[in-house]
Nanobody, 123 residues
Framework: QVQLVESGGGLVQAGGSLRLSCAAS????????MGWFRQAPGKEREFAAA????????SYADSMKGRFTISRDNNKNTVYLQMNSLKPEDTAVYYC????????????????WGQGTRVTVSS
């Protein structure tokens, strides 16, 4: 089992950047593929990015390609989401998640979730 705690959210102006972090407990962090999802007010939770166990493979939702970068440090049990060129439509609660298979985009493919961190992008 793994527990996930996100941090790094906040208020930023359009065009700005934020880096989200997700700290995982337990000794098996490197055995999990990791992902980030987000949920905007009144909308369904959507896939943002995923990274394989080793960090060698990454994938992104189309709207985030070229702006967001997912990475992980298995020595620190942490996964990151660097978000650049933020837009008001990126406003959402961002969730870190862990699962057994890399690259899944459906939220029910993941086993563990953090509590979320809120990102607000002002215009």
């Amino acid at each position: 089992q793994v527990q996930l705690v996100e941090s790094g959210g906040g208020l930023v102006q359009a065009g700005g950047s934020l880096r989200l972090s997700c700290a995982a407990s337990g000794r098996t962090f490197s055995s999990y593929a990791m992902g980030w999802f987000r949920q905007a007010p009144g909308k369904e939770r959507e896939f943002a990015a995923a990274i394989s166990r080793s960090g060698g493979r990454t994938s992104y939702a189309d709207s985030m390609k070229g702006r967001f970068t997912i990475s992980r440090d298995n020595n620190k049990n942490t996964v990151y989401l660097q978000m650049n060129s933020l837009k008001p439509e990126d406003t959402a609660v961002y969730y870190c998640t862990a699962g057994s298979a890399y690259g899944r985009t459906a939220f029910d493919n993941y086993d563990y979730w953090g509590q979320g961190t809120r990102v607000t992008v002002s215009s």
